[in-house]
């Protein structure tokens, strides 16, 4: 049955209007401005896409905390298939609110997917491509706001000083600039001085070479609940790509109440979970496991964060150790059960994370690397990521935990990419001094984790952050990323200095630039579409024994690049086996393969397995064969017993 394309619908377009968009105030660098969309200008011009062609379809999957709906598109052309079962890409952009370019990257997917351009068509015809580019649209909508700040979540308040109040210590735009950063007060306590090399920066004192601090940072703004911290319960909501199953970060605020506690999350785990053709995933977010190398362990590599954002966060690090309720009553035996303060006594324990809070010899430990075997894969799709987008390299890389690509991996089983989808280009006199990022792990989020881009730990780590190299290359790019610090007169703190990184600016390029990131990377998802696991039946044969007994042999190819099951895929049983059915009546199955066999995992680029099946039949009758695979398709083939 051929399986046409019409889906796309004539509906009345919404009122589109490009949102311009002021990323960055007058001063000697270059402005970022342009045509990065709010949450009605995207929705029309997505609805603008797929009603103008009938290979697409859009729905939405669920609403957010503040009642925006979460856009699903579903692009499939005409084929042999039911789109629903052809081998998919899922596409998932805006996971970090403040990440904007990862919607407006997969907007440019679908444009491009739909252009017709070349090789586009084949790959539609075989494959469906499910794109969701905005998962956290309120957190997105505060990119447009008249106040613009480092926040990461999604729409919901959250009590983050565990003290019973939920947002009432936001982060203060005390100099009026429109942009929230960060206050660096002269302090003789402080943990932290300018930077010799650049003095915007700061950087951790070192005692072993007989520094002392100089400086305490904090987020911009006043002590508004009076408890002696600085904007420690802002307008900061959950961390979405912190909200998913695997290496969930416990008792985090920022990573929620618990796992998949989102509307988002939820809407997005209920579609991938019943779509089981999803055979490969693409998150656009602030981790990277595309450009940056593995290391040998199987670990992401070469993460780097901002230490300013981090340093301002450190200073709330005590938080928890105020005013937090700790004995007896409160839902689960006091707030501090969620968000680590034990709660009613005794530790929670943490699941199944080895030798931490339980016994790390009682069963089987969930996987934490990435499989050696599965790895191979990745290489060839990062080089070819790298030749069609021209990102080598990424600016800022955070450690993942709870992040979604990292369900698609260990959970659900199959490929699964994360990459900010763009990185500002040094000169190349400088890119040595880029690769000087610091590998520094996640940690504690607290606010810098809310802004996406924190490392955590009290105080900071020691060794140097992505601060330099990356400020380095928006300079050199005229990408106004920085404000200058300027004394301020603080109505609690006295004279402090105002200024840092801008909200959005490390990790949203300039708007002239979307056009190409959203066609290359489209490029790219109809490359990564191709190279999905295929199966077919090939070389079918009859042998004819006598006396209605007939032997019927088929093989199974595997023409795709993947296979049919990463190792992982199979490891954590997410993956089903290869089903091969011959169709006979069971008893008709004398012997041999039975009548539905199954093959685990066919390697890709020609994997191949063998069937046979004795059987008893009418001489000059048909016999069906069918294969399904759950990632690779479907497909069958007609013999005739003689």
Do not use: C
Request: hydrophobic share 35%; proline share 5%; charged share 20%.
């Amino acid at each position: 049955m051929l399986y046409r394309a019409t889906r796309g619908r004539p509906a009345a377009l919404l009122a589109f209007g490009m949102t311009a968009l002021l990323l960055a105030s007058s001063g000697g660098a270059t402005a970022q401005t342009g045509a990065y969309h709010d949450f009605d200008a995207m929705t029309s011009a997505l609805r603008a896409a797929v009603d103008g062609s009938s290979s697409a379809s859009m729905r939405a999957l669920g609403t957010s905390a503040e009642g925006r709906e979460i856009w699903l598109v579903e692009i499939a052309g005409d084929g042999d298939l039911d789109p629903a079962a052809r081998p998919a890409v899922l596409v998932v952009g805006n996971l970090e609110g403040n990440h904007v370019v990862g919607s407006e990257i997969a907007v440019g997917i679908v444009q491009h997917l739909l252009s017709g351009a070349d090789g586009t068509a084949d790959v539609l015809a075989n494959n469906t491509v499910y794109v969701v580019p905005r998962l956290n649209p309120d957190g997105a909508e505060a990119m447009f706001a008249a106040v613009q700040r480092h926040r990461a979540g999604n729409g919901r308040p959250v009590d983050d000083d565990n003290d019973g109040r939920t947002d009432e210590d936001p982060a203060d735009d005390l100099n009026g600039d429109g942009v929230i950063t960060m206050m660096r007060v002269e302090d003789p306590e402080g943990a932290y001085v300018a930077d010799a090399d650049d003095p915007r920066l700061m950087r951790r004192a070192d005692a072993a070479k007989g520094e002392s601090g100089q400086y305490s940072v904090y987020w911009e703004g006043t002590d508004d609940d009076g408890d002696s911290f600085y904007n420690e319960d802002g307008v900061w909501g959950v961390d979405l790509n912190r909200n998913f199953q695997h290496a969930y970060p416990y008792w985090q605020p920022d990573a929620g109440r618990h796992m998949v506690s989102e509307s988002e999350t939820r809407a997005l785990m209920d579609f991938v979970v019943a779509q089981r053709n999803i055979a490969a995933i693409l998150a656009f977010g602030l981790s990277d496991n595309l450009v940056t190398d593995y290391d040998g362990q199987g670990n992401p590599g070469g993460l780097a964060g901002l230490d300013l954002l981090q340093y301002a966060t450190a200073s709330n690090d005590d938080v928890h150790d105020v005013g937090v309720f700790r004995q007896g009553g409160g839902f689960g035996g006091g707030f501090g059960f969620f968000f680590g303060g034990g709660g009613g006594g005794g530790v929670p324990l943490r699941g199944a994370q080895v030798g931490r809070d339980n016994d790390p010899t009682s069963g089987r430990r969930p996987e934490t690397t990435f499989h050696a075997n599965d790895r191979e894969y990745f290489a060839p799709l990062s080089e070819q990521y790298k030749a069609l987008t021209g990102i080598e390299s990424v600016g800022l890389n955070r450690g993942a935990e709870g992040a979604f690509f990292q369900f698609g991996y260990f959970h659900y089983g199959v490929p699964s990419f994360t990459t900010p989808g763009w990185a500002p280009s040094a000169p190349e006199a400088e890119e040595d001094a880029s690769e000087g990022a610091s590998s520094a792990g996640s940690g504690r989020a607290g606010m810098a984790g809310r802004a996406g881009m924190g490392r955590g730990g009290r105080g900071g780590s020691s060794s140097p952050g992505a601060d330099a190299a990356l400020l380095g290359k928006l300079d050199a790019a005229g990408i106004d990323a920085f404000v200058d610090w300027m004394p301020f007169e603080h109505p609690q703190l006295g004279t402090v200095e105002i200024g840092g990184f801008r909200p959005y600016a490390t990790h949203n390029p300039p708007a002239d630039q979307l056009a190409d990131l959203g066609r290359g990377h489209g490029e790219f998802v109809a490359e990564l579409a191709g190279r999905l696991p295929r199966v077919r039946l090939v070389a079918t044969g009859v042998t004819n024994h006598g006396g209605d007994v007939f032997t019927v042999t088929a093989d199974v190819v595997n023409e795709g690049y993947f296979p049919t099951s990463l190792r992982q895929g199979m490891t954590s049983r997410a993956v089903q086996a290869t089903m091969v059915q011959i169709q006979v009546d069971p008893d008709d199955v004398l012997t041999g393969d039975a009548k539905s066999a199954t093959v685990r995992r066919l390697e890709g680029s020609g994997g191949r397995a063998s069937f046979s099946w004795v059987i008893r039949g009418q001489e000059g009758s048909d016999v069906e064969i069918r294969v399904r695979s759950q990632k690779g398709g479907t497909d069958s083939a007609t013999v005739t017993l003689r």
